[in-house]
């Protein structure tokens, strides 16, 4: 299945899209909606899609400044565009910006069906084209949770999830989502587990005294720090000190 992004700011539009269109038939998927261009960019940002399905007239970004935007990128996208202006100028801007399709709302349904099955024809050889040695390169996706991760090492005792969205231009409640998909943890979880590793070290260092460790690592309360670390390392940090579990550091 060639995977698609339905973009519209209608939702009568997408629901009726996504629900009336036999896309499976022909070989294809819609695995994401989005609202306007914004949204869409984000989201072909951190996921892999085939296609671009979207409206023309959005508010924030419309479907000619996506577009632009996804060939800016050099990104193997096909894209087909919808809009209810038979407007030349689109359409050369459309053409410009290499849309495979350009489709005038509202749409015929044979239309649709033909220009997808044509589509589909002009994929299949793509994807059956065996490459040779491909190039191991880090990934956008990989870069932002490689940046997040190292936010958290290095400022452990204080790492918060406002920070880390600020530190990679996404809202909070994006990069929490975000970094549960692409790590399978919580945000949360990962600080916890720097911490306790953290703290784990410090506490084989003699120096260092209990309850100053725990502020070290971000706990303000010892309590609530000995507590946490029995609980990952199934012994309180006393001892720990004394009989301290190498693999769990």
């Keep these: 299945?060639?995977?698609?992004?339905?973009?519209?700011?209608?939702?009568?539009?997408?629901?009726?899209?996504?629900h009336y269109f036999p896309w499976n038939e022909i070989g294809f998927?819609?695995?994401?909606?989005?609202?306007?261009?914004?949204?869409?960019?984000?989201?072909?940002?951190?996921?892999?899609?085939?296609?671009?399905?979207?409206?023309?007239?959005?508010?924030?970004?419309?479907?000619l400044e996506l577009a632009e935007e996804?060939?800016?990128?050099?990104?193997?996208?096909?894209?087909?565009?919808?809009?209810?202006?038979?407007?030349?100028?689109?359409?050369?801007?459309?053409?410009?910006?290499?849309?495979?399709?350009?489709?005038?709302?509202?749409?015929?349904?044979?239309?649709?069906?033909s220009v997808l099955s044509n589509l589909k024809k002009?994929?299949?050889?793509?994807?059956?084209?065996?490459?040779?040695?491909?190039?191991?390169?880090m990934t956008y996706s990989d870069n932002i949770i490689e940046?997040?991760?190292?936010?958290?090492?290095?400022?452990?005792?204080s790492a918060t999830l406002e920070d880390a969205a600020t530190l990679v231009h996404m809202s909070a409640n994006y990069v929490s989502t975000y970094f549960k998909n692409k790590t399978g943890e919580n945000f949360s979880t990962y600080v916890h587990t720097v911490r306790m590793k953290k703290a784990a070290a410090f506490i084989l260092d003699s120096q260092y005294k209990i309850y100053d460790v725990s502020t070290m690592v971000g706990y303000s309360n010892p309590k609530n720090f000995t507590r946490m670390f029995i609980k990952f390392f199934g012994k309180s940090p006393r001892e720990y000190?004394?009989?301290?579990?190498?693999?769990g550091l």
């Design 122 to 137: 002009e994929l299949d050889p793509e994807r059956t084209r065996p490459t040779e040695n491909p190039p191991e390169q």
């Design 1 to 18: 299945m060639y995977k698609v992004l339905l973009v519209d700011d209608e939702p009568e539009i997408r629901y009726g899209l996504i």
């Design 147 to 157: 940046t997040i991760k190292n936010y958290v090492n290095e400022h452990y005792s």
């Design 29 to 63: 998927e819609v695995v994401s909606e989005c609202h306007n261009g914004k949204k869409a960019l984000e989201y072909i940002t951190n996921n892999e899609i085939d296609v671009l399905f979207s409206d023309i007239q959005m508010p924030v970004m419309n479907g």
């Design 241 to 247: 000190r004394k009989e301290p579990n190498r693999d």
């Design 70 to 113: 996804v060939v800016k990128r050099e990104l193997p996208i096909k894209i087909i565009l919808l809009s209810g202006y038979r407007d030349f100028e689109y359409a050369r801007k459309a053409i410009k910006y290499g849309v495979y399709d350009y489709i005038i709302k509202p749409s015929k349904f044979d239309e649709l069906y």
